[in-house]
């Protein structure tokens, strides 16, 4: 469990980290490469595409092969990748290998995720999740500190061989026998990647009268499975939906470009394109999926109101929180004048109070229950972008760090306890789908976000990078206050020793069992 815990916290922060320090080295790669503002725009947005459209596949891949391979996969390529971008040659070459680290960046993310789903009783998932947002805290808190180091003294490709040997060495950790099945997981046959299931023996069910005894019948070949039971193929391991996927993997990669491009300059009659061709692509996936044997989206999770609801709150939460952080950059750089450190400075309480606030989660949780713990961190959240919505050009350092500090606050306490409801509420085996339906969220909010507060800066050019005269953040507060309602539909009580998540529908001919 250490390995895998390992695994998945150093995975989680290399992804943060590359990020962060991304940003800081992109002036510096344009003029090295002689590139386009356009060109380098595209080293974030192929990545991110690449990412948001196929975390689900990811996950169900880490369902039917084994997390812990997929993960694998995903770092060794992630550190070939990145190798790769610092040797580049030319600006072409540096989109293309982004793009493909975005490809194994959605292969490793949602295992990092399944990996703990199924080495940790789901009692105890808590504080592994914490564990894990502790680390991607810190890691996107050195971001811009580490990336300015490397940049100033050794060159932006400095930046991405930084990610190279952690990735590479928990890689070759994930392939390790230790890290790779729990003994007493309840549902092993959802995760373990090592060979088909034996076949089960028929066993004699008696009739409704009680009076005779009969073998079970076997479904005709071809039917879809019987509710509660996942998809499986010949092997006994979860079915994929290759057209499900082309067409989910369709529709998000849509909606995330058009995010793109609404927060850019003239960029929203592609973003209005973008957006009409992923609502054909989604319309076509729902309707796919109600026709599917084999949905991509298992409806035992999509039945599921905890799961959906934390999937939710997560969704708002980060839209909220990194559009009222696009906001307060440029206020504090454009509008009182700061440097990029100064500004760091600023609003650091949010990464201190993100990494402290991490561990005191879990036993929240066992306390006061997820749906406490959750609205009051939401709660937090909006508390803290409404604060900032009143500052005008004379504002100082305490009020800018009191609101960041709530931001921090409420965001981890939300985030902590929605991932664990959402990991935990899922069958194990539909861990690698809720993970990357789980990490598609943290994509999509933040574009989101940052879209939504493009578009609204924009209404008032004079003074809408001055909080108190623009539209933007009482808009990203609005957005934040939709996290509340979600997390009143989380549990309302932690889940003790010895219950099991959802599982879908009930057994034909069982009693319907209870459960706060």
Known sequence: MNRT??????????????????????????????????????????????????????????????????FAVGALGFAAASTGIALAPGI?????????????????????L???????????????IAVRTVAIGLAAAAGPL??????????????????????????????????RRRPDSPDRRGSDPLGPLPMPRHRPTASPDHRTVRPAEAAPLGAPPPPGRRPTDSSGRPALDPLGALLLAAALGLLVHGLDEASRPDGIGTAVLAWGAALGAGTAFARHERRAADPLLPPALLRS?????????????????????????????????????????????????????????????????????????????????????????????APVGVAAALLGAGFVTLMVTATSVVVHRAPEAHAGVAGGLQQTAMNVGPALGVATATLLL??????????????????L??????????????????????????????????RPCVRS
């Open 5 to 70: 815990l390992a695994c998945s916290v150093v995975g989680a922060a290399v992804v943060a980290l590359d990020g962060t320090v991304l940003t800081v080295a992109q002036p510096a790669l344009q003029r090295d490469l002689g590139a386009e503002v356009g060109q380098v725009q595209w080293t974030s947005t192929g990545y991110l595409v690449a990412v948001a459209s196929l975390l689900v596949l990811a996950g169900r891949l880490g369902d039917r092969y084994g997390h812990h391979r997929v």
């Open 92 to 112: 072409g070459t540096v989109i293309a290998l982004r793009v493909l680290q975005g490809v194994c960046g959605a292969l490793l993310q949602p295992a990092t």
């Open 114 to 128: 399944g990996m703990l789903r199924t080495a940790f009783p789901p009692e105890r998932l808590a504080t592994p």
């Open 146 to 179: 580490v990336g300015g180091t490397l940049v100033s003294s050794y060159g932006w490709r400095a930046v991405f061989l930084l990610g190279v040997p952690p990735t590479l060495a928990i890689g070759l950790l994930a392939l390790a026998p230790s890290t």
């Open 305 to 397: 109101v905890p799961v959906v609801a934390g999937l939710a709150a997560l969704l708002a939460a980060s839209a909220a929180l990194f559009g009222t952080l696009f906001v307060a950059t440029y206020f504090l750089q454009d509008v009182q004048g700061l440097d990029p450190l100064d500004c760091a400075l600023r609003v650091l309480p949010l990464a201190v109070l993100m990494v402290l606030g991490a561990p005191l989660c879990p036993p929240l949780q066992r306390r006061f229950g997820p749906r406490r713990t959750a609205t009051v961190g939401a709660g937090l959240l909006t508390l803290g972008v409404l604060l900032l919505s009143r500052l005008d050009t004379t504002a100082g350092a």
């Open 458 to 475: 924009g209404l008032a050019p004079d003074g809408g990078f001055v909080p108190v005269r623009g539209a933007a953040l009482p808009a």
């Open 477 to 510: 507060a609005a957005i934040a206050v939709l996290a509340v309602p979600a997390a009143l539909a989380l549990p309302g009580r932690a889940d003790r020793p010895g219950t099991r998540p959802d599982t879908g529908a009930p057994r034909p001919g069982g």
